[in-house]
């Protein structure tokens, strides 16, 4: 009787023990592919509508500096330097990779120095040389957001690899939790009932 009892409460354990150690290496991985997936939501893709949106105000700032249209340029110029260190700012708040935070670093020096540059440029009297003072300073905003845009896609596929990782890690434990269940199984009926001969 207290044979069977403990043949029972061993079988018992092992199964507990069993569900208990699947369940955190699953709970383990779920987060990764959570983390994963909100890194890819949060620090990929609200970055790149930063960028995009950065984007849009500086090609609005060529375009007006290639139409000459000095007068627009001024109007805007406060309205734009506003939406830019917002953009700026959210950006910011976004996880940054290492290299990321440097071209971020380098993208606030560049627009920094717009700015100031806007600011001491007399569009009532401006010139051919003003303008390309400009256009070359919009140039290197342009081409620091096409870097940081790379990063984007190049962290984004980085996060989406880890994700699909944990889901294949995922997926060979739950196969391997059913054949353990089934061999726990079998394992549990010898041990009920295995009768020793007395």
Do not use: C
């Amino acid at each position: 009787m207290v044979s069977n009892k403990i043949k029972w409460s061993v079988g018992l354990f092992l199964v507990i023990g069993l569900i208990l150690a699947t369940n955190f290496i699953d709970r383990n991985n779920f987060k990764r592919v959570q983390d994963s997936v909100s890194t890819i939501y949060e620090d990929r893709l609200v970055a790149k509508d930063l960028i995009y949106d950065i984007q849009l105000e500086i090609h609005e700032k060529e375009l007006l500096i290639a139409l000459n249209n000095t007068t627009a340029y001024l109007s805007q110029k406060n309205k734009a330097q506003d939406e830019l260190n917002d953009s700026m700012t959210q950006f910011s708040t976004t996880k940054l990779t290492l290299e990321e935070e440097k071209v971020f670093n380098n993208l606030q020096t560049e627009l920094a120095a717009l700015f100031t540059l806007e600011n001491a440029t007399d569009f009532t009297a401006v010139n051919g040389q003003d303008n390309s003072r400009l256009q070359q300073q919009l140039d290197l905003i342009n081409e620091t957001l096409l870097k940081l845009s790379d990063i984007q896609i190049k962290e984004g596929n980085r996060q989406m690899h880890i994700g699909k990782k944990a889901m294949a890690s995922m997926e060979l434990l739950t196969q391997m939790e059913v054949w353990i269940m089934i061999v726990l199984g079998v394992i549990i009926q010898v041990i009920i009932l295995y009768n020793p001969k007395k």
